[in-house]
């Protein structure tokens, strides 16, 4: 019922920047956290950043200084600015939320169907 859909990635070079997009649709009462995980090859899901619905955020070490995520809560959206990219980064990018159904639902956690972000030397 929920679906969260991202956009923006692509192939780079190194040193280049991209803004990741993941908009919310479908039954929402409210979208408490968001965040962006990111999956690289042969590595495990990995938190990138995160945010809460008042906008304090949260980042990984690896993306602190280089990587901004912000929201807009009237577009349910939320984004990841990535600047200075380095091949590490390299990684299909996930986009999670916790989606509040109705006034007396449960939250469920919705993910992404990722979207791949390729740096390149």
């Known amino acids: 019922q929920v679906q969260l859909v991202e956009s923006g990635g692509g192939l780079v070079q190194a040193g280049a920047s991209l803004r990741l997009s993941c908009a919310a649709s479908?039954?929402?009462?409210?979208?408490?956290?968001m965040g962006w995980y990111r999956q690289a090859p042969g590595k495990q899901r990995e938190l990138v950043a995160g945010?809460?619905?008042?906008?304090?955020?949260n980042y990984a070490d690896s993306a602190k200084g280089r990587f901004t995520i912000s929201r807009d809560n009237a577009k349910n959206t939320v984004y990841l600015q990535m600047n200075s990219l380095e091949t590490s980064d390299t990684a299909v990018y996930y986009c999670?939320?916790?989606?509040?159904?109705?006034?007396?639902?449960?939250?469920?956690?919705?993910w992404g169907q990722g979207t791949l972000v390729t740096v390149s030397t």
């Open positions: 479908g039954s929402i009462f409210s979208i408490n956290a």
């Open positions: 945010i809460t619905t008042g906008g304090s955020a």
């Open positions: 999670n939320a916790r989606v509040k159904p109705g006034l007396w639902g449960r939250d469920l956690e919705v």
